[in-house]
């Protein structure tokens, strides 16, 4: 009998192992943000704070001098509002808020905005401390890969 039960609870265990490994294989895949600089900036990470401050447009210098120049993606596209959300801890009507009030007030200018990250990824590299995000690390090249610290 305790064979039986023993040969029963293993077999149980094995179909759990392998619906958890189909649901895994299923599952849609969490691809992180990644925040990529212009290889003239030359900061290897950011805090949540510096990197905050630089898209709300207050830090509108690298360390090095080089002016930043900000690109994103537009405020309905998934990608902008994840990363609004997990890298600036703010939501994305927040940010078009503090853009827009800069861009009113005189005081400033929003960031530029692209069409896909595609054409993100080459203003990035084609422009001196040009800072922006993406999803897919495996389509980048040729740009800073900056470290994002809590």
């Known amino acids: 009998m305790s064979s039986y039960v023993n040969y029963k609870d293993e077999t149980i265990k094995a179909l759990f192992f392998k619906i958890a490994v189909v649901i895994l294989f299923f599952s849609p895949q969490v691809h992180a943000i990644n ?11 950011l805090s949540v704070a510096q990197l905050r401050r630089i898209y709300s447009m207050r830090q509108i210098h690298w ?15 998934p990608l902008h509002q994840k990363f609004c959300k ?11 808020r ?8 005189g005081y400033g200018v929003a960031p530029i905005e692209v069409a896909d990250q595609k054409t993100l990824i080459e203003a990035v ?4 401390g040009a800072i922006g995000y993406v999803e897919n690390l ?10 994002i610290d809590d």
């Open 138 to 147: 495996l389509e980048v090249q040729d740009v800073n890969i900056i470290k």
């Open 86 to 96: 997990e890298q600036l801890r703010l939501f994305p009507y927040q940010l078009d």
């Open 125 to 128: 590299k084609s422009t001196k």
């Open 63 to 77: 360390q090095n001098g080089t002016p930043i120049v900000v690109y994103v993606l537009a405020s309905k596209d």
């Open 98 to 105: 503090i853009w827009h009030k800069l861009t009113f007030s």
């Open 35 to 45: 925040v990529i600089s212009n290889v003239t900036a030359d900061t290897p990470s």
